[in-house]
């Protein structure tokens, strides 16, 4: 391309980028209005000892009816990004019924994040352009892929963790210098836009740090434990996964019913554990505060039941993604296993969540980077000696062939 398309196709990046960036900063303006009118303000007025139940049950049933009417949305990130690699595209058909799909189950206190109704929200706004701007021709199919850094980037507060999740483990070799460039234009122009809204309604939305850790004194056979054990819990997340698809596919296309299942189990639960509910961006940060208060057998608990919880929704159709829940269920065992190891809770934290992070997704690079926004970079070494060694065990074929 000559001079002139090339400042063009830059512009065009930036726009989207900021575009993005305005979507997922609304989103989560308008998440955590419903969460708050719902979960804060209105159970100030009404005393109502099963408001939970009642909420979650008639949440499933609302979102089972409006997947009735306009299908089922959104779709599993990993799911978005496949489509977008093979197609170079996303459907913008039902974009506007998806964001309803998408913000919905967040509200109702469904244990999932927002980052897969987003990141297809955006890949579909993204594809969408590319379809009205033809002078460009290839370079335009990475507008999706684009759109997806962009928003992973963005929605995690980690540019870089936006730019290496998507591609860490593919066959394909790194993009071309020149796509680099528009991937990081769209990722910084997202982000700066998504932060400098933030700064500006004095909103923290997104990961932040934890805090501080030293690292003098490290007890190496207990972080070989926490290791070990963060893998195993990610056999948990397998299970539960792999069980959740059998047990509700019978109901597969029954939206109302599935819905209403969903939202029965995740009102029951969050009633006797509340921090299982919702994505856990916010939740996380109460271990340090409370953690020791609830007790490690409350905290591994707790733990556990937010991964099946997590699974649970999204199958019944309250779905959303995977990383925050995953997260916070790594932290809160993390945390409960320093209690029982007397252990500095940050460390063990970021030690169990790396491992267990990494035996799910099998991306050592793409978890450490991610979660360096909430742990302390000194614990960078740590974090990636258990990512990878968590990455050179396969997953039991037992649960592969589930």
């Not at 595209?89 to 019924?97: D, E, Q």
């Not at 909103?203 to 501080?212: K, R, W």
């Not at 252990?343 to 997704?361: E, G, K, N, Q, Y």
Request: proline share 4%; glycine share 10%.
């Amino acid at each position: 391309m000559d001079l002139k398309n090339n400042l063009l196709l830059t512009a065009y990046t930036i726009m989207v980028g900021i575009v993005a960036g305005l979507i997922i900063w609304g989103f989560i303006r308008a998440m955590n209005f419903g969460i708050h009118l719902l979960w804060v303000y209105l159970p100030g007025l009404i005393n109502f000892k099963y408001y939970t139940v009642v909420v979650c049950l008639a949440g499933g049933i609302i979102i089972g009816l409006w997947k009735s009417r306009y299908g089922d949305s959104p779709e599993d990130l990993n799911e978005v990004i496949k489509t977008v690699k093979e197609n170079h595209r996303y459907s913008y058909a039902n974009i506007f019924p998806s964001i309803v799909s998408s913000i919905l189950p967040l509200i109702f206190g469904a244990s999932i994040g927002p980052e897969a109704g987003l990141t297809g929200i955006i890949a579909g706004l993204c594809t969408w352009v590319g379809d009205k701007l033809k002078i460009f021709n290839e370079e335009l199919e990475e507008l999706a892929n684009i759109g997806i850094t962009a928003t992973l980037g963005t929605v995690f507060v980690s540019p870089m963790f936006g730019f290496v999740e998507p591609i860490e483990n593919e066959q394909s070799s790194l993009p071309k210098t020149s796509k680099n460039i528009l991937y990081f234009v769209a990722i910084l122009s997202s982000f700066g836009i998504f932060i400098f809204l933030n700064h500006l309604t004095h909103n923290q939305a997104g990961l932040h740090s934890m805090g501080t850790a030293t690292l003098s004194n490290l007890n190496y056979p207990a972080l070989i434990v926490l290791i070990i054990l963060g893998m195993i819990l990610s056999y948990v997340y397998f299970l539960s996964h792999r069980l959740s698809k059998k047990l509700f596919k019978k109901l597969e296309g029954n939206f109302i019913v599935k819905g209403a299942i969903g939202g029965l189990i995740l009102g029951i639960i969050g009633t006797l554990l509340p921090l299982t509910m919702f994505s856990g961006e916010h939740q996380m940060y109460m271990l340090l505060d409370n953690g020791a208060q609830l007790g490690f057998a409350v905290l591994i608990l707790t733990s556990v039941v937010k991964i099946v919880l997590t699974n649970v929704c999204i199958e019944t159709g309250l779905k959303g993604g995977h990383f925050f829940p995953l997260i916070f269920s790594g932290t809160s065992m993390g945390y409960a296993l320093g209690v029982l190891l007397n252990m500095d809770p940050i460390i063990s934290m970021s030690v169990v969540t790396a491992s267990f992070m990494a035996s799910i997704l099998r991306k050592p690079i793409a978890v450490v980077l991610l979660l360096i926004i909430i742990f302390p970079m000194n614990l960078i070494p740590l974090m990636l000696v258990a990512a990878v060694a968590a990455c050179l065990l396969d997953v039991p074929k037992f649960l592969e062939a589930m």
